[in-house]
């Protein structure tokens, strides 16, 4: 397990492949490797370069678990039909992810523009 780095984030950054479930809202949680804080209760939302008029309003953060943790129920929050697509999509921008590795849930509304 590697050391646990924590960021302090001053907006939502994701691929732009999540922009519709965010926007539908059948997106509502984000795993991140490591500790990360948010430096606000709302933030702004960035879709690759795009960022966004809607802000995210922070609801709840997970410093719980670790990639091992992860349940189906976290999966389905950030937008997944499963565990499985949850954690393959994590290992493609986390290539060096541990079963160990600990990781962040940031649960999240989307606020109108």
Not at 8 to 20: G, S, V
Not at 25 to 48: C, D, E, M
Not at 54 to 81: H, M, P, R, V, Y
């Amino acid at each position: 397990m590697r050391k646990a780095e924590t960021e302090i984030i001053n907006h939502l950054h994701f691929h732009e492949k999540y922009l519709e479930l965010v926007r539908q809202r059948r997106k509502t949680s984000t795993v991140r490797l490591g500790y990360v804080l948010p430096n606000a209760i709302q933030l702004p939302l960035v879709f690759g370069d795009m960022p966004l008029p809607e802000k995210a309003q922070i609801e709840k953060l997970d410093f719980t678990k670790s990639f091992a943790d992860l349940t189906e129920a976290d999966a389905l929050t950030d937008g997944f039909e499963s565990l499985e697509n949850l954690r393959a999509d994590l290992k493609v921008f986390y290539p060096e992810i541990t079963a160990e590795d600990h990781c962040t849930i940031i649960y999240f509304k989307l606020l109108p523009a």
